[in-house]
């Protein structure tokens, strides 16, 4: 009983902290609904531990934390890739604000010299 209140009360805090507004969510709606459905399935599989044995027998998986295991690995393939893109996107910003900074930097290099000394 006091682990499934543990585990309850920590999937509820850890979905709040995700959804919280970043500033540059572009799909935030999303992001909140499937998060909603993660809480529902992760509270369900803490209150009704066999749902999870019944569901992975109906796809064929041997045991519920075998599927709990396929579905994880799933996310976090899932959660790589787009980090991986998000730090190419960012890697591209950087670059064209280097090079933004470099040519101000030259054509400020460029107006001092050819304004006359006092």
Do not use: C
């Not at 006091?2 to 709040?16: E, F, H, K």
């Not at 709606?29 to 499937?34: G, N, P, Q, V, Y």
């Not at 809480?39 to 045991?63: D, H, I, K, T, Y």
């Amino acid at each position: 009983m006091w682990i499934q209140i543990l585990l309850i009360t920590a999937i509820v805090v850890l979905a709040a902290f995700m959804m919280r507004r970043t500033g540059a969510d572009s799909h935030l709606a999303i992001r909140r609904l499937l998060m909603m459905l993660f809480v529902v399935v992760a509270v369900a599989s803490v209150l009704f531990p066999q749902w999870l044995s019944w569901l992975a027998n109906l796809v064929g998986v041997g045991r519920g934390t075998d599927l709990v295991l396929y579905g994880l690995i799933m996310i976090f393939l899932a959660f790589v890739y787009t980090q991986y893109r998000r730090n190419i996107a960012l890697q591209r910003q950087l670059t064209l604000l280097a090079r933004k900074i470099a040519l101000l930097e030259a054509e400020q290099l460029e107006s001092d010299r050819r304004r006359p000394h006092d």
